[in-house]
């Protein structure tokens, strides 16, 4: 066990929709990033916040958002969802910036039709 | 472009013997790396790391090698068991302006034969 959670386990959702997707981090762990993993893939980095700020971004665009909450929980936005978004988004605590081991929750399986 | 990659996609071995899991990275100026075990519905579960200042570092049942000269790395299971069954990722650590993120490579499919 981590100490990461995420909610819902499983989404459904169709194309043009929005979505919220939640993680709770390790107690004491202010850093959190966030992943998509594509079916038979290895996970992508989609953004990682530090103190509710947003500090590192991967390839994906703006309708993908994020938010973190002083109580270590935060949150993924995705707008306008098309279906190449149906995967499995992780998200990932560590206890400080620039501390490398990230610990995964269980994951969002999200199903766009 | 930065990129980790997998030799091999599945690996089926007979319990009890030894299981090797390759690895190669692209990025010459890495410094830690990271094997991650992920079961099936579940998300990635750290299981060793390296620093490139090592060459070798062993923990319960499983030893991570690194050779920076070929930028390859392995990871060695001895005595596999059933419970061993999973996609196992080699992860990069990569720098960011601020913060860092973690590359995958594809994973490898360990299937441990009873």
């Known amino acids: 066990e981590t100490g990461v959670t995420q909610s819902p386990t499983h989404l459904i959702k169709t194309r043009g929709q929005q979505v919220t997707l939640r993680c709770s981090s390790q107690s004491g762990h202010n850093t959190v990033s966030w992943y998509q993993q594509a079916l038979g893939q290895g996970p992508q980095f989609i953004f990682q916040?530090?103190?509710?700020?947003?500090?590192g971004r991967g390839n994906f665009p703006p309708r993908f958002s994020g938010l973190q909450f002083p109580n270590y929980s935060s949150e993924l936005n995705v707008n306008a969802l098309e279906l190449d978004d149906s995967a499995l988004y992780l998200c990932?605590?560590?206890?400080?910036?620039?501390?490398?081991?990230?610990?995964f929750g269980p994951g969002t399986r999200l199903l766009v039709l | 472009g930065e990129s980790v990659g997998l030799h091999l996609p599945t690996l089926s071995v007979q319990e009890g013997d030894n299981s090797i899991i390759n690895c190669a990275y692209s990025?010459?100026?890495?410094?830690?790396f990271i094997w991650y075990k992920q079961e099936s519905g579940k998300g990635p579960q750290f299981i060793i790391d390296?620093?490139?200042?090592?060459d070798k570092r062993q923990g319960q049942r499983v030893t991570v090698l690194l050779n920076k000269t070929v930028k390859h790395l392995s990871l060695q299971i001895a005595a596999t068991q059933p419970g061993d069954s999973a996609v196992y990722f080699c992860a990069e650590n990569s720098l960011m302006e601020y913060g860092n993120k973690l590359v995958f490579g594809a994973g490898t499919i360990l299937r441990v034969k009873s």
């Open positions: 390296i620093r490139s200042n090592m």
């Open positions: 990025n010459s100026a890495s410094d830690y």
């Open positions: 916040y530090y103190r509710e700020e947003e500090n």
């Open positions: 990932a605590s560590s206890l400080e910036e620039g501390q490398e081991t990230q610990y």
